[in-house]
């Protein structure tokens, strides 16, 4: 009895760190202005149910976006980007929590973590953006 809880236990811990969420290779570089789209993805979702999705800047830990209970919470963001930063909704049932920034300001410049939650398991990417025309003059 006490083997079988403790082979169920190593899985259980298995998967909860398996969780890979997809992000991109580098920095994103973008124009002042324009329109960036920060990737975040995970492989396969079964199902939405438990689902939790939180974007955050790293450096100030302001919330971007956060989805949750099966729908984008945007009284929860802060209000600087509650009209700038959206998820392509008909995507996240895909696995794709990519966040699509708009009007991109040199204050965007900087690192934001995507970081899902799916039921036990969780995981996490960093995109780095960098503002184009920013500091040259
Ligand atoms: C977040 O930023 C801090 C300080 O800038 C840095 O030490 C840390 O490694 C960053 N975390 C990630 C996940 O990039
Ligand atoms: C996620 O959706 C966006 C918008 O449709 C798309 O540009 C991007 O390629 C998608 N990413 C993945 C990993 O499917």
Same mark, same amino acid.
Not at 10 to 13: A, F, G, H, I, N
């Given at each position: 009895m006490h083997r079988t809880n403790c082979v169920l236990m190593?899985?259980?811990?298995m998967i909860t760190d398996g969780l890979i969420v997809k992000g991109p290779s580098g920095p994103l570089v973008a124009p002042l202005g324009s329109s960036v789209v920060l990737p975040c993805s995970v492989d396969q979702l079964l199902s939405v149910k438990g689902l939790e999705v939180e974007w955050r800047r790293n450096d100030s830990d302001t919330l971007v976006h956060l989805f949750q209970d099966g729908e984008s919470? #945007? @009284?929860?963001? +802060?209000?600087?980007?509650q009209d700038r930063a959206h998820f392509f #909704? @008909?995507?996240? +049932?895909?696995g794709n929590f990519s966040l699509h920034l708009d009007d991109l300001r040199s204050e965007d410049e900087g690192r934001y973590t995507c970081t899902v939650y799916i039921q036990e398991e969780s995981g996490e990417?960093?995109?780095e953006?960098?503002?184009?025309?920013?500091?040259?003059?």
């Open positions: 190593s899985v259980l811990l919470r #945007t @009284e929860a963001q +802060q209000q600087d980007y #909704t @008909e995507e996240i +049932q895909r990417t960093v995109v953006i960098k503002v184009d025309g920013v500091g040259e003059y």
